[in-house]
């Protein structure tokens, strides 16, 4: 009788080994998927409540903060003191609606490691310091306040960088939201409303919005241009009333409906101080497709800039469907048909002329440091793609401060700095233009001198609505931003 | 020698229950309170009294047993404490009266031991079958059954309730063991050959015929898919041990599959369990919500748990009773159910060294049927909670919260530890 009840026991023991392969797969394989679905209630339990580091400005301005619930130590709420201002880099972090911006992507810096399993015990005992991390941004209080400022109700986008390095020093997009209000009571219905707002403020225009950028895209021809050795600023172009563009019954016109000076003819130099299309549509034809379209994806079109924040690629048409269709790169060429450019793509392009043809690697973090305020890790600057050369560059910034002190820029003028600037208007079909305005400076920094990039985008038209153009909308804003830069009063 | 080694690791488990119960008060801030101490006396009362008997009257029963079955009760304990502090105190005083009564167990054989149960083989049968009917007496009756999660397993008297069905298994089982002690030989003689398998004259079937009646009115009347698996696989697992003819596990998989089947046809429960099984989050809403939970528990669990009290067990429907276990997964983490497990099948293989280790027939079978109790019922529960099985809505033996699956386990272990007192003897 013994052999059957050893065969049963074997079988039972089976069945428990069975059983052990069982946990194995439900707890450590199948295990993570389990514990991240979105209907395992622990996951956001385990997030409510929990101490988040604080994220602080380059001027030490706290904007996101976990603040301890005075009746119950253990609980933390997360706080937004600034509300909007930051809405667009500091993103949310919110139990309904997860989390966005530099609280998602920096979240495992931002998180408290400190738990009851036996790795965070362990730590602990070593003597890890298992509290939340902090960062600190690269973005200037005063700079983004006054850019928000400067905005103010028009829709539309201000980014500055450091050329040198490749620090953001403001990011605003309007109209924005308060992440504050995505947490605690009313959350829900906070959300459904910035989510049906026609005016999408949930939307980031700086960094996942794309323009066509009319006249600013101008930089890029002429950077084309010079490299390959088309033309220099002194090269004499024909000055016709309108352009006839070969094998199409288009014209291209200029701003002024008319010849771009009073004469025949007219160097490049003055054609782009006056911002002329139908010069720089010839331009583009005798740059061509190859040289032109190389030339916008060394600035960074057709790719992702490689940045922290979510971004959208500026879009260029590749080379080869412009042949046998002038037309369409004349049109190209001055910044319309199908070029789309986000603000952050044209600060790259501003960016590269500003710091001798290198674009640098954009970043909004400086430095993560501990809860003893101790720096962990700091950002260190890396060149992302080499645009132009030197003297390319250096030949495009002096033409665009030209534009500044005597074309189409003079309102972005700031008193003894020298800035260089480039305006655009681009036309929208069955709208007001957006309004652009890129520039920098000083043009040909002291060594020791910090430098500035700036765009500034205003939608369709902004306050002025029709008669909107780059230079009368948004240059003055950039001014403003530049101007508190330098220190100079208003 | 062996009484003393068993108390010293019951002292152990006594101090692993009080330290779940502190490190609960600690991480949930119930405060240090007599809790911890209460619940330290309370295992060193009711196991301490059964060991204390064990030296008494069986002073060379095997020492495994106890300790396995105090350990587990610890950690069920630890779970249940942390769940509903309500419900431990219960659970105390159920611990306490199980240790009283395998103590009177205990007492009853003290002298010629479970030899004596023999012959009362129809008795037994008799009260096996009322006590698992009597969930099925209607509500006007002092005594009556009562429905519990859609199952008709409880039966309720002036305000206390009890499940019949945990103290049916041993009185099946003991019947079993004393009819198979006196017909197996005829048992094993087979007269006609189906499919290559040689089979008895059909009379000798009868306990089959029984196991599968018993199982399917169980089945259809109070809907307990778990006890119904139970009680057929004791029946036939024993058919298979007392004759060792394989024909009587291919005529109960047959069976198994036939009767499985046809549930699966006729009964929307059996349908909606299995359903649940296969695709718990097709309708996770209603029918695949409580394996879903216990999944969502036991992944977050991972290797080491969240921590005793820092998970969120809570969670789970039926944390505290048939899914206790997926309440140790997630706090205890793949290392605590391993610890589980392995201490099922520890007691199992002790249960069965038992069985294999005595002489006399009524006693080798007694112990191996209370074993296959013990161990089936730890399979099917904890094969439901993992998914390897739909889930079959039975208590996990020694940890669920419950008065009656403890007093019945606790006389298990009792008769299981006397028979190995005199496990070599005739």
């Not at chain 1, 048909?337 to 710091?355: C, E, G, H, K």
């Not at chain 2, 969930?135 to 206390?160: C, K, M, T, Y």
């Not at chain 2, 024993?238 to 004759?243: L, S």
């Amino acid at each position: 009788m013994n052999p059957p009840i050893r065969r049963l026991a074997l079988l039972m023991f089976i069945s428990f080994a069975l059983l052990v392969a069982a946990a194995t797969y439900q707890q450590l394989i199948a295990g993570p998927d389990y514990r991240d679905d979105p209907r395992n209630l622990r996951v956001a339990a385990a997030r409510l409540g929990r101490e988040r580091g604080t994220i602080i400005t380059r001027d030490g301005a706290v904007v996101a903060e976990s603040i301890q619930d005075p009746d119950d130590p253990t609980v933390f709420r997360r706080s937004y003191p600034y509300g909007k201002l930051y809405a667009h880099v500091v993103g949310y972090d919110s139990l309904l609606f997860g989390t966005t911006g530099l609280e998602a992507s920096r979240s495992e810096d931002l998180t408290s490691e400190r738990d009851a399993t036996i790795s965070g015990v362990l730590s602990a005992l070593f003597g890890d310091d298992l509290r939340p991390k902090g960062l600190r941004l690269t973005i200037d209080n005063n700079l983004q306040q006054i850019a928000a400022a400067a905005l103010g109700e028009q829709r539309g986008a201000v980014i500055a960088i450091d050329p040198a390095t490749g620090a953001i020093l403001a990011l605003v997009s309007t109209p924005s939201f308060d992440p504050n209000t995505l947490i605690g009571p009313g959350a829900a219905s906070a959300g459904q409303a910035l989510d049906d707002d026609a005016a999408t403020p949930l939307l980031n225009r700086a960094t996942s919005q794309s323009y066509p950028p009319g006249s600013v895209f101008k930089i890029i021809t002429l950077a084309a241009a010079l490299q390959n050795g088309v033309a220099n600023p002194a090269t004499i172009f024909d000055d016709p009333t309108a352009l006839d563009l070969p094998g199409s019954t288009a014209v291209i016109r200029n701003f002024s409906r008319n010849r771009c000076t009073a004469g025949e003819s007219v160097s490049l130099e003055d054609a782009f101080i006056r911002s002329c299309n139908t010069i720089f549509a010839q331009l583009g034809i005798d740059v061509g497709p190859d040289a032109l379209i190389g030339q916008a994806e060394d600035f960074g079109f057709n790719q992702d800039i490689p940045f922290e924040l979510q971004t959208l690629a500026s879009a260029v048409p590749p080379a080869n469907t412009f042949e046998f269709n002038d037309a369409a790169l004349a049109q190209t060429a001055i910044g319309q048909r199908d070029v789309q450019a986000t603000p952050l793509q044209m600060l790259m392009a501003v960016a590269a002329i500003a710091n001798g043809g290198e674009i640098m690697v954009p970043y909004v973090v400086e430095e993560v440091f501990t809860a003893e305020a101790d720096v962990v890790s700091r950002t260190e600057p890396r060149v992302w793609l080499e645009a132009v050369g030197r003297p390319t560059a250096d030949t495009v910034a002096a033409l665009m401060e030209r534009v500044v002190t005597s074309g189409t820029g003079r309102r972005a003028a700031v008193p003894n700095i020298r800035i260089a600037g480039k305006t655009g208007t681009a036309e929208v079909p069955g709208s007001s233009p957006h309004a652009w305005f890129l520039g920098f400076g000083p043009v040909a920094p002291n060594p020791g001198e910090n430098q500035i990039a700036i765009v500034v985008l205003v939608e369709s038209g902004g306050d002025i609505g029709e008669s909107a153009t780059g230079g009368a909308l948004a240059a003055p804003i950039a001014q403003q931003v530049l101007a508190a830069f330098f220190g100079i009063p208003e | 020698m062996n009484r003393n080694a068993e108390a010293s690791l019951l002292v152990g488990a006594a101090l692993l229950a009080s330290l779940g119960v502190a490190m609960v008060n600690f991480t949930l801030g119930r405060g240090f309170d007599a809790q911890v101490a209460l619940t330290f006396l309370v295992w060193i009362l009711s196991f301490g009294s059964v060991s204390f008997a064990l030296r008494r009257w069986a002073p060379a029963a095997s020492p495994y047993l106890l300790p396995l079955a105090a350990i587990l009760a610890a950690i069920g304990f630890t779970e249940i404490y942390r769940l509903d502090a309500g419900l431990a105190a219960i659970q105390r005083w159920s611990l306490l009266l199980a240790g009283a009564m395998a103590v009177l167990v205990l007492f009853l054989l003290r002298g010629e031991g479970v030899r004596q149960l023999r012959r009362y083989r129809y008795l037994f049968l008799t009260v096996g079958v009322l006590l698992l009917l009597m969930p099925l007496l209607p509500d006007s009756f002092p005594i009556h059954g009562a429905e519990i999660n859609g199952s008709r397993l409880w039966v309720r008297f002036q305000g206390l309730s009890f499940q019949p069905g945990e103290l049916a298994k041993l009185f099946l089982a003991l019947f079993l063991a004393s009819y198979l002690a006196d017909n197996h030989v005829a048992m094993s003689a087979h007269t006609r050959r189906v499919f290559g398998l040689g089979f008895p004259p059909l009379r000798h079937f009868g306990p089959i015929i029984i196991a599968g009646g018993v199982s399917f009115v169980v089945l259809v009347y109070q809907r307990d898919l778990g006890a119904s698996l139970l009680l057929f696989a004791l029946f036939v697992g024993m058919a298979y041990i007392a004759t060792g003819r394989r024909s009587y596990l291919a005529a109960g998989g047959l069976f198994v599959a036939i009767g499985g089947v046809v549930a699966y046809q006729a009964f929307a429960h059996v349908q909606r369990r299995v359903g649940a099984w296969i695709r718990p989050f097709d309708d996770y809403s209603d029918t695949g919500y409580q394996i879903a939970q216990a999944l969502f528990a036991m992944g977050s669990g991972s290797i080491s748990g969240s921590g005793i009290g820092l998970g969120r067990p809570d969670l789970i429907p039926a944390a505290a009773t048939d899914f206790i276990f997926a309440a140790v997964a997630e706090e205890m983490g793949f290392a605590g159910s391993v610890a589980v497990i392995a201490a099922y099948a520890l007691l199992v293989a002790a249960g069965f060294g038992i069985a294999l280790r005595t002489r006399d027939v009524f006693r080798k079978f007694l112990a191996a049927s209370l074993t296959i109790v013990l161990g089936v019922q730890s399979l099917l529960i904890l094969a439901g909670v993992l998914r390897l099985f739909p889930v079959t809505g039975i208590t996990l033996p020694f940890m669920s919260y419950g008065g009656s699956s403890l007093l019945a386990n606790m006389i298990l272990v009792a008769l299981l530890a006397r028979i190995s007192h005199t496990g070599r003897s005739v």
